[in-house]
Antibody, heavy 121, light 107 residues
């Protein structure tokens, strides 16, 4: 059974930093791209970032470019999202999502349960 | 970025009704479209991939069709457990943009 478990969310002040983690199991992690998608409270889904299966290719939405960094450790079956210069508009549930292929193509299948990031003073 | 226009934003139907949701892309995306179901407080779940293929384990009352710019998602006979918000998403180009969502309620 595919499982994705996010952690690291919490309350952070504007301008602060936070690192999200996503622990994967139930599939060959190194064979698939993984993605981050976020959802602000009461709002729709926003695609945030992607990383290819070997970590050699990444993508960032314009709204987070230069502030967020995606990375992965295939030896630990873990995905990361380092977030800095956080803004109130970054407040959202962040989902870790398995891609259907190895490249950055954003076709998504299995989703984690999400971790809430709240940016507020 | 490719814009995805989903309609309606909400609908109310009776158990057993046929429900249809449409999604229009701002440019040709071939069949690179997924449909997801999100129940309150839960993560989205993939129902349909490549516009018309049913994900493993998903009931056959769910279906999708379309290609190019116009797509349709159908629930052939609405069940109480189908109460959720449904999203389309294109994956022809990054970013994989989503429609605004359709909230489905029971009348």
């Amino acid at each position: 059974e595919v499982q994705l478990v996010e952690s690291g969310g919490g309350l952070v002040q504007p301008g602060g930093s936070l690192r999200l983690s996503c622990s994967a199991s139930g599939f060959t992690f190194s064979g698939y791209a993984v993605h981050w998608v976020r959802q602000a409270p009461g709002k729709g889904l926003e695609y945030v970032s992607a990383i290819s299966s070997n970590g050699g290719s990444t993508y960032y939405a314009d709204s987070v470019k230069g502030r967020f960094t995606i990375s992965r450790d295939n030896s630990k079956n873990t995905l990361y999202l380092q977030m800095s210069s956080l803004r109130a508009e970054d407040t959202a549930v962040f989902y870790c999502v398995k891609g259907r292929g190895s490249g950055r193509t954003p076709s998504l299948d299995y989703w984690g349960q999400g971790t809430l990031v709240t940016v507020s003073s | 970025d490719i814009q995805m226009t989903q309609s309606p934003s909400s609908l109310s139907a009776s158990v057993g009704d046929r429900v249809t949701i449409t999604c229009q892309a701002s440019q040709d995306i071939s069949n690179y479209l997924n449909w997801y179901q999100q129940k309150p407080g839960k993560a989205p779940k993939l129902l349909i991939y490549d516009a018309s293929n049913l994900q493993t384990g998903v009931p056959s009352r769910f279906s999708g069709s379309g290609s190019g710019t116009d797509f349709t998602f159908t629930i052939s006979s609405l069940q109480p457990e189908d109460i959720a918000t449904y999203y389309c998403q294109q994956y022809d180009n990054l970013p994989g943009t989503f429609g605004q969502g359709t909230k489905v309620e029971i009348k």
